[in-house]
């Protein structure tokens, strides 16, 4: 997801004119990087051992194993800024602007609760864990003995609720797909429908 500004028009120099905070499992990055890693590797050794020809032909299936790998570990996740939260399930997008939350909390996964009654559970994000085991030397700050997860839920809610105070985030839930990792698929399944063509007509 894009990391540009998302604040609807908030003013410069104001704080709340940044970036939106991304939130996702750290699980899902460390999976994709190795992923990618090993797919480069794979590719590399294709071409060394068979040329460029037999690698773009076995190229889109690790590239289809690689993009199945992005949408189940990675792409989920919830994104804040100052007029609302995206909550990217797999490949479903939920946009919610701040004034149609009227409750934000963690239940293993963060949950949105809508001035309508209806949940968005967020399958990326902070998720609720065991408590962290005391260290042999106990830190003074009481914020470090919080969990990450309720750490970064509170950070979520302190958006909700300066959002609430300026009257910020006002509109409507808007439900939507990530087209980018659609298009993505459809080019790797077409690379790979051709790819079978080829090595049919080569056989």
Do not use: C
Not at 38 to 44: A, G
């Amino acid at each position: 997801m894009s990391s540009g500004p998302m604040n609807g028009g908030a003013r410069p120099g104001d704080p709340r004119a940044a970036s939106p905070r991304v939130f996702r499992a750290p699980s899902g990055t460390v999976a994709l990087i190795l992923a990618s890693i090993v797919t480069l590797l794979l590719l590399v050794d294709a071409v060394v051992r068979a040329g460029w020809g037999e690698m773009l032909l076995l190229a889109p299936w690790m590239l289809l194993v690689l993009w199945f790998i992005y949408v189940a570990t990675f792409v989920s996740h919830v994104a804040v800024d100052a007029r609302g939260a995206t909550v990217q399930n797999l490949l479903r997008v939920v946009r919610i602007p701040w004034d149609r939350v009227s409750d934000i909390g963690i239940r293993y996964q963060v949950r949105f609760t809508l001035d309508d009654g209806r949940i968005v559970n967020a399958f990326g994000g902070p998720v609720a864990g065991r408590p962290p085991r005391p260290g042999l030397r106990p830190d003074p700050s009481p914020r470090a003995r919080i969990p990450p997860a309720l750490r970064d839920l509170e950070l979520i809610r302190e958006q909700w609720l300066s959002a609430s105070e300026t009257g910020s985030g006002a509109g409507r839930v808007i439900r939507g797909w990530d087209l980018r990792a659609i298009f993505a698929l459809v080019v790797i399944v077409a690379w790979a429908l051709s790819a079978v063509i080829i090595s049919g007509a080569k056989g």
